[in-house]
Every structure is written in C-alpha cells, then in structure tokens.
C-alpha cells in the first residue's frame, strides 16, 4: 500500500517489468489548482524509472488529490490538499539530452535499453532528440514559487504539522 514517509516522500510500491523511459503526454485533472494552472490541456514530461506509484492508491489517501497523469507512464503529479507537499514522478527538469545520456550510459553497461519512447524522431537514436517539455517545466517551477513557496512563512514553525 502506499505511504508517505516521515520525509514526505511517496514510497514508489510497483516494480515495472521493464524501465519505463521516454517523454510522455499527460492529464491535466485540477486546471485551476494553483501548480497546474497555465498548463495546456495535453503536455509532456520525461519519465524514467523501475517503479511506480498507484494513482488509485494515491486518490485513496485523503490528504492527497492527484494533479496530472498520463495513459502509458501513469501518475505524473500529486500534491498535499493543503499544498504543503508537491510529488513528480516524471523528470520535467531534464535537458534535452538527459535521456539520450541514461540510454547511453545503460547501454554501456550492456543492460540492452529500450530505446526512450517518443524522444528521437521516428524512435530513431541517431537523430537528434526532440525538448517538448521545457516550457511545461519552467511553468511548473514558476507556479510551485508563485503560490506553493511564497505562501510558506518564513519561520517554519508558524506551520502546522503535517498529519
């Protein structure tokens, strides 16, 4: 079952069968929830990982709501109701050539990778890859500063503790 760890850090409970890698389109379910307003209705977001993270098991923990999923990578973003904690399961903040490097790097070391889906055009790793999620990561970043950050006091302890 899903739990959230005296760091407020999702325990990742799904081993994949295989690395899920590539850039993904994804949900938006709470438009105008305050981290995701600004988004477009459709958006991609790296993910590589072994694991997962149940969306239904997310959606049944009430402190939690889940933000932006994405048919083949699942959960993308979650969040604390009371907006005190943000979780990603994808990579937003990667440079364009961050997956070619994982997939270099695992391919070295004979792990045989897929290659990271919808990353090179036409799935081919000799054509330079494609950034479709620098603007969805710099709007993230900007609206977790504008209304997550800035309305944290400055003295931590004026917080309420997180149940």
Known sequence: SLTINRLGTLSLNGLLP????GVYSHQRLQPFHPLT????????????RNTTVSVS??????????????HKAGLAIAARKDG???????????????????YMRD???????????????DD?????PMMRWRS???????????????GTPFELSELPPIV
Request: glycine fraction near 6%; include cysteine.
């Open 136 to 150: 969805t990561g710099y709007l993230l970043f900007t609206n977790w500063v504008n209304f997550i950050y800035e």
């Open 37 to 48: 307003r600004g988004l477009d209705d459709k958006f991609y977001i790296p993910h590589s």
């Open 57 to 70: 098991e997310v959606n049944a923990v009430p402190a939690l709501e889940t933000l932006a999923i994405s």
């Open 84 to 102: 005190r904690q943000v979780f990603f399961t994808g990579h937003c903040e990667y440079d364009c050539d961050t997956l070619l490097k994982e």
């Open 18 to 21: 295989q690395k899920l890698s």
């Open 107 to 121: 391919q070295a070391r004979g792990l045989n990778p897929a290659i990271p889906e919808n990353y090179f055009p």
């Open 124 to 128: 081919n790793p000799g054509l330079p």
